[in-house]
C-alpha cells in the first residue's frame, strides 16, 4: 500500500509564501515523477507542477505558476516539496500531491497514487 501524506497547508496574505510537503511512504512502485495539483473551490483538479524522480531533475509548471512557485525532492526522506511565493487568492485551493509512475500519468488527473490534500487560502 501506498501513503502519500501531505503538509504545510494554511491561512497566508496576498504576497506571502508557502512551503508544502509530501511524504511518500509504503510498498512504492517505480516513481517516474511527483506531481503537485490543486482544486479551487467549484472547479476540477488542475495540473501545478511536477518533478522527475530519478536521474537528472526535470521539472515542468503550469503557466498560472510559473516563477512564483519551485518544486523540490529529497529522495533520502521520500519527499517532494513545493514552495510557493507571491501568492495570490486565485492560489486558493486544496492541493495534492500525486505519484506518476509513467509519463502518461503527469498531467492527467485519473491514475497514480494521491494524497489526501491540504488546504492553502490565501486571503486578507
Known amino acids: 500500500q501506498v501513503q502519500l501524506v501531505e503538509s504545510g497547508g494554511g491561512l497566508v496574505q496576498p504576497g506571502g509564501s508557502l512551503r508544502l510537503s509530501c511524504v511518500i511512504s509504503?510498498?512504492?512502485?517505480?516513481?517516474?515523477?511527483m506531481t503537485w495539483y490543486r482544486q479551487p473551490p467549484g472547479t476540477e483538479r488542475e495540473f501545478v507542477a511536477a518533478?522527475?524522480?530519478?536521474?537528472?531533475?526535470?521539472?515542468y509548471y503550469a503557466d498560472s505558476v510559473k516563477g512564483r512557485f519551485t518544486i523540490s525532492r529529497d529522495n533520502n526522506k521520500n519527499t517532494v516539496f513545493l514552495q510557493m511565493d507571491s501568492l495570490k487568492p486565485d492560489d486558493t485551493a486544496v492541493y495534492y500531491c500525486?505519484?506518476?509512475?509513467?509519463?502518461?500519468?503527469?498531467?492527467?488527473?485519473?491514475?497514480?497514487?494521491w494524497g489526501q490534500g491540504t488546504q492553502v487560502t490565501v486571503s486578507s
Open positions: 518533478i522527475t524522480w530519478t536521474g537528472d531533475v526535470s521539472t
Open positions: 509504503g510498498n512504492l512502485p517505480k516513481i517516474y515523477a
Open positions: 500525486k505519484l506518476a509512475r509513467a509519463p502518461s500519468e503527469l498531467y492527467t488527473s485519473v491514475g497514480g497514487y
